[in-house]
């Protein structure tokens, strides 16, 4: 008796259950639960009526939630929509369950949640989708103040800069070497139009050197993640120009200039050579001929001038010195 009963009861219960829930689910809209757009590219909010038997769909509405405008509409075979939105079928019907929207042209403020309403034959359904858009920093543009022909231990500032990001962003800073100078660096964050962000980070070298001239700056957005990087290098004044265009002297001469040395040496050699003879003989002559006269002088390895320098001074101290 007690277990027919509880039976039945169960029965009943659960054959009420079923009825109740197939009539509300013989028409259902499913959505995806999130899209995560892109400034400035499509999004994607897609949604399929999914019915038990064939139906056919009189009305489908796109909204915001708690918005009134009417983003996309179709109701007695008309489609009317806003600027920017659209069926994402290219040709949709009332036969056509997916009735996913298209947004063309994603901003910032298109984030949110949105509402799509159908009406068939068969019933009504309704449900939500939320969008979220990011936006990434573009790869930064550096320039330096001042621009080009920059000395030696000056200080040069260099700037880094992005734009189209979302968020405030940070920008590191490195040497060629690897080193992070962007304990040293400043930097400024505007929210532009459209809640996008720009950022310019100013970085001085002091005392700039041009053994450092390769500086690298990496825009990171709002999460840490890297978003783009740039190196720039310091324009210093070309202080060696002259000595690059010596060298390219030199290797365009090298190839003439050899044989001369070669020839010009042989040359002062002999020269050098027929001086020293000519000097040893005419010494040689001028010994024998001044030997009585120039008794006081050593003249043999000294230079004239000297010889005439110590000559002069003898003549007027030496002569004293060497009497005492
Ligand atoms: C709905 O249509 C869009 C645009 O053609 C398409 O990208 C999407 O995959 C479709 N969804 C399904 C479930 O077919
Ligand atoms: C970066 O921004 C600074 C400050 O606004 C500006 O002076 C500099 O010219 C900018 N540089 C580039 C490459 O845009
Ligand atoms: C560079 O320095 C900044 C500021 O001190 C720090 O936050 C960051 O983690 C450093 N980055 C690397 C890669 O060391
Ligand atoms: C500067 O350094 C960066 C990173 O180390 C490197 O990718 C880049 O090629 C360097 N640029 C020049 C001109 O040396």
């Known amino acids: 008796m007690t277990s027919a009963t509880s039976f039945l009861f169960v029965a009943i219960h659960l054959a009420c259950i079923r009825a109740g829930n197939s009539s509300e689910s013989f028409v259902k809209l499913e959505c995806k639960e999130e ?5 400035g590219q499509q999004s994607l909010l897609e949604c399929i009526v999914k019915a038990v038997q064939s139906v056919t769909i009189l009305t489908v ?26 069926f994402a079928m290219p040709s949709w019907n009332n036969k056509n369950m997916n009735v996913s929207l298209l947004l063309t042209n994603t901003k910032m403020a298109d984030k949110g949640v949105y509402e799509c309403m159908v009406n068939t034959d068969r019933g009504d359904t309704t ?22 022909n920059i000395k030696e231990n000056t200080d040069v500032t260099i700037f880094c800069n992005s734009t189209g990001g979302y968020q405030t962003g940070l920008i590191w800073w490195f040497d060629q070497f690897g080193s992070n100078w962007t304990r040293s660096a400043e930097l400024v964050a505007k929210e532009t139009e459209d809640g996008l962000f720009s950022l310019s980070s100013k970085f001085t070298v002091l005392k700039a050197t041009s053994s450092y001239t390769n500086y690298t700056c990496k825009v990171l957005n709002v999460n840490g993640a890297e978003e ?13 120009l002259g000595s690059k265009a010596d060298h390219l002297d030199i290797v365009s001469t090298t190839k003439w200039l050899a044989p001369v040395v070669v020839i010009g040496s042989l040359i002062i050699g002999l020269l050098a050579a027929l001086l020293l003879f000519k000097r040893r003989s005419a010494q040689r002559a001028r010994r024998q001929s001044t030997f009585p006269l120039m008794s006081g002088h050593q003249t043999d390895t000294r230079h004239d001038q000297d010889v005439e320098a110590e000559g002069l ?9 060497f009497s005492n």
Do not use: C
């Open 313 to 321: 001074n003898s003549d007027r101290t030496s002569i004293p010195v």
């Open 127 to 148: 449900a939500t989708i939320s969008l979220s858009v990011t936006a990434k920093y573009k790869t930064p543009t550096m320039s330096s103040i001042p621009e080009t």
């Open 61 to 86: 509405t796109w909204k915001r939630v708690g918005g009134d405008a009417i983003l996309l509409e179709y109701h007695k075979h008309e489609n009317a929509s806003a600027l920017g939105y659209k």
């Open 228 to 240: 783009g990087m740039a190196s720039f290098v310091i324009q210093f004044a070309p202080r060696d």
């Open 35 to 39: 899209y995560h757009g892109v400034y």
